[in-house]
C-alpha cells in the first residue's frame, strides 16, 4: 500500500544485518528537520482538549480522513489509510516499532542463510480472537490467497521474490512450494528465488499476515468484498466491533484473546471524512480526537495544537506514463525532463505546506539508510528557461494532446495540481486537471493507460532502499505499484544487483546507481517527501507516528 | 379530487418506468467495466474464467434486452440487485441513504416555506419600510452565495468557533455526520442528532429562502392590487383578514410551484451540502456510483428520487384545489 499512506511494520534492518555479517554500522543520516520542530505536546494544554469525548473510546479522524479506504483486508489493503486499520488488527511474522525498528510480532527469532535465500522463522503460541490458533500453516495459506489469480491482488508482486509463487500467480500450482510450513516444530521456512538480505523487514507488510480459516474461502474480488463488511477475524490487538459502515466509520474494541501487551485505550471509532478539510474541521470543533492537517492549514495547526510532523520516508510525487506514445520511452526523454525542471518545488512547499516540507532531489529521502543527495542529477531543480528549450528540442508541443494531471479528490491536493499545472503552461506545454474519485484513484492508475502523469505518494514500509526501487519502478510491478509503468531492463538488473549484494556499503552503492539509472530516464518527478501530518487531542498520551506513518494505537492511552 | 389523485398515480408509473429505462440504457452507452468494479477494481488482468464467472453470475453475457428485461423483473419482486463496488444489495443502500435524505429535505423544506413565505409576506405587507429593504439586500446577497461556502461558514462559526470560545452549548452544533436515531420519522431522537441536522438544514435551505422571499413579495404585490382585494376592502374586511384569507392563498400557487419544483434537488442532489458536512445522503451517494459506474446503485436511487419527486409535486397540485377554489378536478 502505499499511495496515500501506508503502514507497514518494518522489520528492524539492524536486526538482520547483524545477523548476516557486516554490522558496519551504516551511516544513518539524521532526517533534516524542516522548518518546525514543534512536533510534540503542547504545555499548557491547547483548545482540543478532548473533553466531552467518550472515556474508553478514541475518536479518530486522521486515519480515515480523505475517503472512504478501497480495502482493508490484508490481501487488498494498498493505501496507508486502510492498511492503518490493518495494522491494528492483524499481526505478522515481524513488525516496525515507532523507532523504525523492525521487531518481532509474531515471529520470536528468525535467521537467514549465508546467501540470504532462505529464511528460518520461529512462531510464539498465538491466537485469532475466535480462539483458532496462528500456525505457520495459517500465514502459508494466506499468502496463498494473495496470490490466487481470481484476486488479482495488486500486492501479490510482494511475494513474488519467493520460490514457486510465480506459478500459484499464474494459476499453475495452488500451492507455494518455497514455503514450507511445520505446525509442529512451529516454524515457518522461506525460499527465495533471488538473495533477500531485506526479507525479515518485508513480511512485516501487512500482505505477509495470516489469516483465519474462514477467511481463506474468500479468493475472488466480490468474495473479498463481502469478508471485509462483515466481521473480519484477526490475530492483532484489536479486533472489529461490527461491520464497517461505508463512508461512515470502521468501529474496533481490544482484543481479549490477544497475546501481545494489551492495548491501554478499549476501543478505537475510526471515522471516515469525505475530505481532509471535514476531518479537520472535526477536530477543530472538539469532536474529535486526531485530525489531520489539510494543506495550507500547517503553521497555524501546528502552532495550535499537540502534533506530530516530523520528516518521513515517504515521497510526494508525479508517475508519468513511459508507454505514452507522447510523453513515454526513450523518444520523449526531452519532455519528461522539461516537466521536472518547470516545476516550482520552493513554491508549493511554501504555499501548500508553509514551508514544512523538503523538497525532492532523488526518490529515495534521507534518513533511509544509502541516502545520496541530488541522485536526480539536477533535473529536480526550478529551471523553466532550461525547460522550455527541451520543449522545443522535444518539438511536439504544436500537435501534443493536453498532458492530464491525474489526482484523487479529498486528499488536499487541488492546491499542487494547480501550481504543476501553471508551471508547465508556462513553458510551452497544453495541460488539462483530470481530479478523481478517491477511493478508486489508485485501481484506476494503476491500469493499463490509467496513470498519464498522475500524482502518487508513496509511504515506505520499512526503513530500507529496496523497497520504492522494488515497488515503484520494477518491471514485475507493473500492474501493481509502478503506476508509469517504468519498464527497463538496465534498471531491473541493476537493482536485481543491489538486492541480492549482501555487505551493506556495496548495496548501498548499487542502489545509488539504480536509483541514478532511474533518473537517466527521467521515469519520475519526484516533487517533496512527505511529514506527518497529525494533530491530536489534550487526552491522548504517547502518540508516535514513525517514519513510515503508522501511528502506535497499541501504546497509546488516554489521560483522566 | 380523488379521481385526479388516482389518476396521477396511475400517470406516474411509465414515468418511473421511463426514467430508469433511459438511464439504463445510457449506462451501455458510457465507457467502464462492471467485471473489473466487481473484481474489485483491480485492474489487473482478470483471468477468462474469472471473467466469465462473473459475466454468468451477473449476467453480463445476455444480451442487452433481456438485462433489461431481468432488471425489471427483479425490481418487481423487489430485488434492485447489488452494488457492484461493495456487493452489498442495492436495497440496503437505499433503506440506510434515502431516509436521511428525504429528512434533511423535509427539514430544509420547512425552513424555506416559513422563513421564505413569512419573510416575503411582511416585506410585501410594509413595502419600502426599512424592513422591506433590509430583505432586499440581504436575498440578493444571499442568492448569490454557494452552498459550501455557507456550509463552511456555518461550520466555522457554530462548531468551530462555538466550541473554541466557549459559546453557550444550546448554541454549540456538529461539524458534521448523520444522527443515528430518529423520532416519528423526522425528529432526531438525541441532542446530538439535532446538532448534526441543523447546520446542513439551513446550509441546504439558505438560497432558496431568499428565492421563495422575494417571490412571495413579489406574487403579494402583485395580489394586493388586484380588483377583488379592492372590493375586500371596500366591504370594510379589516386588513389582516384581506391580507391572510383572501390576498395569501392566491399568492401562494406559484410558490407551492417552486417548493415542490425544488424538492426534488433537496432530496436528490444535495451533493454539496453532503459532502461539506460528512451527511449520509442519496445526492453523494449518487455521484459516487454514477463515478465508479456502479449501475445497480445509480438506477435504484434514482428511482426513489423520481417516486418521491413525483410523489410531492401530486401532492402540491392537489393543495391547488384548496387554495384556489376556482381550480376544480374535472372527472
Known sequence: MRRTTRGAKVAALAFSLALLAAACGGSDEEPSSSSNGSTGKKEGGTAATGEGLPEDTLVDYQTLSADNPNHIDPATADTRQGSQVTEVLYDGLTQVNADNEVVPAVATEWSGNDDATEWTFTLKEDEFSNGEPVLPSSFKKAWERVLNPDLASTLSYHLLVITGANDVAEGNADEITGVVADDDAMTLTVSLDAPLSDFPAVVSHTVFSPMPEEALSATTGDEINEWERGLMIGNGPYKMSEPWKDDQYIKVEANENYTGDAPKIPKIDFMISKEVESAYAAFESGEADTGYIPPGAFADATSTYNNSTDPTFGLYYFGISWEDDELGGEDNLAVRQAISLAIDRDRINDQVYDGARDAATGVTPPGIPGYAEDLCGGYCEYDPDRATDLVDDWGKAETMRPIKLQFNLGGGHEDVVSIVAENLEAVGLKVEQDPRDGETYFDEMKKEGGCVMCRAGWIWDYPSYYNAMYALFTSTSIDGDNLGRYNSSAYDEKANAAAAETDEDARNELWNEAEKQLFADMAVIPINWYTNQIVYSDRVENLVANGLQAVNYPEMSLAG | ?331
Open chain 2, 1 to 331: 379530487m380523488l379521481g385526479y389523485a388516482i389518476r396521477r398515480v396511475a400517470q406516474a408509473i411509465p414515468v418511473v418506468f421511463l426514467a430508469i429505462s433511459l438511464l439504463f440504457f445510457l449506462f451501455y452507452v458510457l465507457p467502464g467495466d462492471p467485471v473489473t468494479i466487481i473484481s474489485g477494481g483491480t485492474g489487473r488482468n482478470i483471468p477468462e474464467a474469472t471473467r466469465q464467472n462473473i459475466e454468468e453470475k451477473y449476467g453480463f453475457d445476455d444480451p442487452i434486452p433481456v438485462q433489461f428485461v431481468n432488471y425489471w423483473k427483479g425490481v418487481l419482486t423487489g430485488d434492485l440487485g447489488t452494488s457492484y463496488r461493495t456487493g452489498t444489495p442495492v436495497w440496503e443502500t437505499v433503506k440506510q441513504v434515502a431516509p436521511n435524505s428525504i429528512r434533511l429535505a423535509l427539514w430544509a423544506l420547512m425552513l424555506e416555506a416559513v422563513i421564505g413565505i413569512g419573510v416575503g409576506l411582511v416585506s410585501s405587507v410594509k413595502r419600502y419600510s426599512f424592513f422591506d429593504t433590509l430583505v432586499t439586500l440581504t436575498t440578493t446577497i444571499a442568492m448569490a452565495i454557494p452552498v459550501f461556502v455557507t456550509g463552511y461558514l456555518l461550520i466555522y462559526f457554530f462548531a468551530i468557533r462555538s466550541f473554541q470560545d466557549g459559546w453557550p452549548a444550546w448554541m454549540r452544533m456538529r461539524s458534521g455526520g448523520t444522527p443515528d436515531e430518529w423520532f416519528l420519522f423526522i425528529f432526531p431522537a438525541s441532542d446530538d442528532g439535532w446538532r448534526k441536522l441543523i447546520l446542513p438544514a439551513i446550509a441546504l435551505a439558505f438560497v432558496q429562502i431568499a428565492v421563495i422571499a422575494r417571490m412571495m413579495r413579489a406574487t403579494m404585490l402583485e395580489t394586493i392590487n388586484t380588483d377583488y382585494i379592492r372590493t375586500a376592502r371596500a366591504k370594510g374586511l379589516t386588513e389582516r383578514a384581506v391580507v391572510f384569507r383572501h390576498g395569501l392563498r392566491n399568492a401562494l400557487i406559484p410558490i407551492v410551484t417552486l417548493i415542490g419544483l425544488d424538492f426534488g434537488t433537496l432530496v436528490g442532489a444535495a451533493v454539496l451540502t453532503e459532502t461539506v458536512f460528512s451527511y449520509n445522503g442519496m445526492g453523494s451517494a449518487i455521484v459516487k456510483a454514477a463515478q465508479l459506474r456502479d449501475v445497480p446503485v445509480v438506477l435504484g436511487l434514482t428511482m426513489v428520487v423520481v417516486i418521491v419527486y413525483l410523489f410531492v409535486n401530486l401532492l402540491i397540485d392537489l393543495s391547488y384545489g384548496m387554495l384556489d377554489p376556482r381550480i376544480r378536478y374535472e372527472d
